[in-house]
């Protein structure tokens, strides 16, 4: 998918002076604001995905940032400030993850609620920095959908019943996922979990799951690495002997393809570290996005040399 990068400067006039957007018809409807679906923007695929499957039938959403995109980089279209406009709920990440979002609203117009999913959990840290990535943690994904199910709750209270089970029944396929991940890592002996990926999102999975990770980037992809940081990684692959490096979905596979061949470690396979892949795929959702990179991990730690 291509990565807009239009700029927000000027999107008011440009918002007036719209043809009509395709919206979902249930968007478009006039009835009763208390039985229509829900209209949730949310900032990317990952987070579009947790409400739809918390909200079910009660909502109508939809993701700024696509699957296969990469929201570190993401600047929004003009459909995107009258998608915010016409919303019932914002749903964010949070964490400075979404950099371009607060001049969104404004530009918006948007005086509705704005649910930050990540608020009420305590962050990885580096110095003063907070890691945006927390959906790479089971723990996280449930604080998530519990906040979700709140803000849902609240919007909807004549249906707090149906929405209570859904993100009752939806935690329940998180913690057997957790208690699965959490075997398998334990099963692999601890100098085989040394891997290497793109840009540093899973330091939540790493701690959660007992993997040490290195990463050519730091937790934004907006910027390339710099050549010293690649010969410094490198240099720190020979010495460590890192058993594998996954590529991700969002990133130039040539990067790692650079670091394999001038460090020798192996390439084990694509993660998906902020974005869901396309329908039909092997991440189209949160569960077979967290089981797929599960299982990629596992099987290229424990082919390596």
């Not at 478009?28 to 208390?34: G, I, K, L, N, W």
């Not at 100098?191 to 730091?218: C, K, M, W």
């Not at 990684?233 to 969002?250: G, H, K, S, V, Y």
Request: glycine residues 6%; positive net charge; hydrophobic residues 45%.
């Amino acid at each position: 998918m291509t990565t807009r990068r239009h700029s927000l400067h000027g999107l008011v006039g440009l918002v007036g002076g719209l043809a009509a957007v395709a919206w979902p018809l249930a968007w478009a409807q006039t009835q009763d604001s208390s039985t229509r679906p829900l209209r949730v923007v949310a900032s990317f695929s990952i987070l579009a995905d947790l409400v739809v499957n918390v909200g079910g039938p009660a909502v109508e959403v939809h993701a700024l940032v696509g699957r296969d995109a990469d929201a570190h980089v993401f600047q929004p279209a003009p459909a995107d400030v009258k998608r915010v406009a016409q919303a019932d709920l914002v749903v964010v990440n949070g964490l400075h993850y979404e950099g371009w979002l607060t001049r969104l609203v404004q530009t918006a117009g948007f005086k509705g609620p704005v649910l930050v999913c990540s608020d009420g959990l305590t962050p990885r840290r580096l110095g003063k920095d907070a890691d945006p990535h927390a959906w790479q943690d089971l723990a996280s994904a449930r604080h998530y959908v519990a906040r979700i199910r709140d803000a849902l709750v609240q919007a909807r209270p004549a249906q707090a019943d149906a929405l209570r089970r859904r993100a009752s029944d939806y935690t329940a396929q998180l913690d057997a996922l957790d208690r699965q991940t959490r075997a398998d890592f334990a099963a692999l002996p601890a100098d085989r979990r040394r891997v290497v990926s793109t840009h540093d999102a899973f330091g939540y999975f790493a701690a959660a799951y007992g993997i040490e990770f290195l990463a050519a980037q730091r937790w934004s992809t907006d910027s390339e690495p710099s050549a010293a940081d690649v010969a410094r990684l490198i240099r720190q692959l020979r010495q460590q002997r890192a058993a594998a490096l996954f590529a991700e979905n969002i990133a130039d596979p040539r990067l790692m393809q650079r670091i394999a061949k001038e460090s020798g470690a192996v390439v084990g396979g694509t993660l998906y570290s902020d974005a869901l892949s396309a329908p039909g795929t092997a991440a189209d959702t949160y569960l077979k996005l967290f089981r797929h990179n599960a299982q990629t991990l596992l099987a290229g730690l424990r082919r390596s040399p």
